[in-house]
């Protein structure tokens, strides 16, 4: 699937929304509860599980994030594309300013960012 | 940037938690919490905001909509990349099988999905 | 059940996990992320909703949206529990201090916190 | 606070939001929105911990996992209150319900509602 792109994706989402006529129901507002809720499906995966577990996961339950992940990314797209947001740019520029926010040098080891609460 | 794919994008988180060493927080476990927080924060622009309000956001919160999706995104892409998950292709995967679970034919109009709860 | 109060909850819940061995589950760490994927799945009842129709909900989802407020709930006292929170204490103390910092005569009708954004 | 009970603190909240105007923000699909951008801001105090120290928190943190405990308490009253249920009796048949669900002597040690994943 290497050549389809997130374009294309978001033209299949938009296709797929309309031959259905559930535009009316996404608003980024209804949007941002439908991602929120898939968010949570991941995170119940986890809950349970201690982090060296949630590293190792069995096949059964790798399938399940999969699935959650992909829906995530497809209220993602679908809130980009109706927003007219480009999520590969907004995602370059924050990863820039993060970078100028920890600078590695200052926050090596010390990893203040997670244990400076 | 139309030239930054997923890919790279995920080499640069990779470099940037390395070079502070933070891979050592970012178990699946802890990703889908990262995750999900920054889901809430998109919630929390929208949460008092109507439906056609949320269609016509003022440039401030959009801006501010703009940071969270890419946190959202960051994350999304950091958890593909530890867990070895392909995000296109299983976002691709996730629609086909929209696509064949809502007909459009029978599910138009009708919306049943939405408002047979 | 008026005579039940918090405290009879929280020791039940507290018997509850013992007697089947699930307190080494339950970290507040875990507990919190049980806690949001149930404030997840209110959020779903509602999430294709208008605000309109989440005023006066059908039978089935009124069932269900009681359940999902019950798991909260429980999570809640449950994390109350393991880290020694008198909720009702927190909760009145959290009350007069949005009263403080929203007088009424200065916020009524401008609505500030939810528009000013 | 000890005679403060959760009528008490209801008959406050919505005295709070009269008093604002605010009421007419606070839809039942409003209201589970900032329920879960409250647990949100409790899963980020938890994102970065290991569940060991998530047991035994500093000062600072604990005092800022209370006040986001408040706030869920407080939207899931008003909540409870707009909708008309009874918290302390749907978490109470909830109880039960999982008491019967999950016998004791059934899941004991295996703790299958964990691990059967």
New interface residues.
């Given amino acids: 699937?290497s050549e389809?792109?997130?374009k294309q994706?978001q033209q299949?989402?938009r296709d797929?929304a309309d031959?259905?006529?559930?535009d009316?129901?996404h608003?980024?507002?209804?949007l941002?509860?439908?991602?929120?809720?898939e968010?949570?499906?991941?995170?119940?995966?986890?809950?349970?599980?201690?982090?060296?577990q949630?590293?190792d996961?069995?096949e059964?339950?790798?399938t399940?994030?999969?699935?959650e992940?992909?829906?995530?990314?497809?209220y993602?797209?679908r809130?980009?594309d109706?927003?007219d947001?480009?999520?590969?740019?907004?995602?370059?520029?924050?990863?820039q300013l993060?970078?100028e926010k920890?600078p590695?040098d200052k926050?090596?080891?010390s990893?203040r960012?997670?244990?400076d609460?």
Same sequence: chains 1, 2, 3, 4.
């Fill in positions: 699937m389809t792109g997130i994706l299949r989402i797929f031959a259905r006529d559930w009316q129901f608003s980024p507002k209804n941002s509860m439908a991602l929120i809720a968010a949570a499906e991941l995170v119940e995966h986890f809950q349970w599980l201690t982090e060296e949630s590293r996961l069995p059964k339950t790798r399940g994030v999969k699935h992940m992909a829906d995530i990314f497809v993602l797209l809130l980009a109706k927003l947001i480009d999520l590969l740019e907004v995602a370059e520029q924050k990863i993060n970078e920890y590695a926050v090596r080891g990893a960012k997670y244990t609460y």
